[in-house]
């Protein structure tokens, strides 16, 4: 028998490397990509503990790359779009107003000058 993964870690492993796959099956590139992340950042931080052994370095650190090279591209959905019902808010004093207002205040210190 040949050196092994400290069990807990390679249970960890795995369980990130299904959580990817998963997210691939649902169809969300996103999730998929920010578990791919930590899947990342858990390797290293087993390799840099010394949880893996040199001899599995390469193959290990090479699928994360790999996993990471095949996701598709992270495309974030568009927000719904704006039906308008929100102008009557705005009108009446929303974030165009103190825009306004510091453009009033502005030429009120021209005229002074």
Known sequence: MGPRIERATA???????DE????????DQCAAAASAARLRDGVTQA???GEVP???????????????AQLPQCVE?????DDGADEDD???GGRGKG????K??????????
Do not use: M
């Open 99 to 102: 825009k306004k207002d510091k």
């Open 77 to 81: 959905q568009a927000p719904p779009p």
């Open 11 to 17: 249970n960890e492993l795995a369980e990130l490397s």
């Open 54 to 68: 040199e001899i599995y370095l390469e193959d290990l650190s090479g699928l994360t790359n790999e996993i990471e």
């Open 47 to 49: 390799i840099n503990a």
């Open 104 to 113: 009033k205040g502005d030429d009120d210190k021209k005229e002074d000058d």
């Open 90 to 92: 705005d009108a009446g």
């Open 20 to 27: 990817v796959a998963e997210q691939l099956e649902n169809g």
